[in-house]
T-cell receptor, first 117, second 112 residues
Framework: ETGVTQTPRHLVMGMTNKKSLKCEQH?????MYWYKQSAKKPLELMFV?????RVENNSVPSRFSPECPNSSHLFLHLHTLQPEDSALYLC?????WGGGGTGNTIYFGEGSWLTVV | LAKTTQPISMDSYEGQEVNITCSHN???????ITWYQQFPSQGPRFIIQ???TKVTNEVASLFIPADRKSSTLSLPRVSLSDTAVYYC?????????????FGSGTQLTVLP
């Protein structure tokens, strides 16, 4: 238990569907992140939020839409996805954005497995 | 940017000490070095972090030479459950995406 909870753990959706991934952190952190990990590939940083404001957006297609209503919750809204978007989506948090340094470790959730059919 | 270079894979046997080295020739003065462990289908987990010299915790040691251009993660007496991917990240304590950017990591396989 890392203090970062993701739901659902598994999601199958059609290319025309709209769904959302949810992340909640119970650590009192100010920063939250979305990562994508495709099979046998490194983690790709998608979005960075600090105090509910988006800090980084690494050229992610608009079919992925993040939302951070408060510093404890982060959503990833999905619409008109492609089969190549099938991957493990990981949420993470840290005290301040950027990770690293004493007391600013990144904590990851268990991930949400997404399959686009 | 302090790009990191790690071996792609390593094999070891149960009970041995494993050392994984990460090169970061362009490390900046305010950069920290952090190591994570990732099992299949799970998020990475923090192992250890350091700035200089040696750091030890209950699971690993981190050796950083004086020039800080490399670091070595040492896992004592590994077991089969230590089979995982290990990542080395370098960057400042906050305010930068560098400590958020994972490379390919090192696949450690522990054999019986």
């Amino acid at each position: 238990e890392t203090g970062v909870t993701q739901t659902p753990r598994h999601l199958v959706m059609g290319m025309t569907n709209k769904k959302s991934l949810k992340c909640e952190q119970h650590l009192g952190h100010n920063a939250m992140y979305w990562y994508k990990q495709s099979a046998k590939k490194p983690l790709e940083l998608m979005f960075v939020y600090s105090l509910e404001e988006r800090v980084e957006n690494n050229s992610v297609p608009s079919r992925f839409s993040p939302e951070c209503p408060n510093s404890s919750h982060l959503f990833l809204h999905l619409h008109t996805l492609q089969p190549e978007d099938s991957a493990l989506y990981l949420c993470a948090s840290s005290q301040d954005w950027g990770g690293g340094g004493t007391g600013n470790t990144i904590y990851f959730g268990e991930g949400s497995w997404l399959t686009v059919v | 940017l302090a790009k990191t270079t790690q071996p792609i894979s390593m094999d070891s046997y149960e009970g041995q000490e494993v050392n994984i080295t990460c090169s970061h020739n362009n490390i900046a003065t305010n950069d920290y070095i952090t190591w994570y462990q990732q099992f299949p289908s799970q998020g990475p987990r923090f192992i250890i972090q350091g700035y200089k010299t040696k750091v030890t915790n209950e699971v690993a040691s981190l050796f950083i030479p004086a020039d800080r251009k490399s670091s070595t993660l040492s896992l004592p007496r590994v077991s089969l459950s230590d089979t995982a991917v290990y990542y080395c990240l370098v960057g400042p304590s906050s305010g930068s995406a560098r400590q958020l950017t994972f490379g390919s990591g090192t696949q450690l396989t522990v054999l019986p």
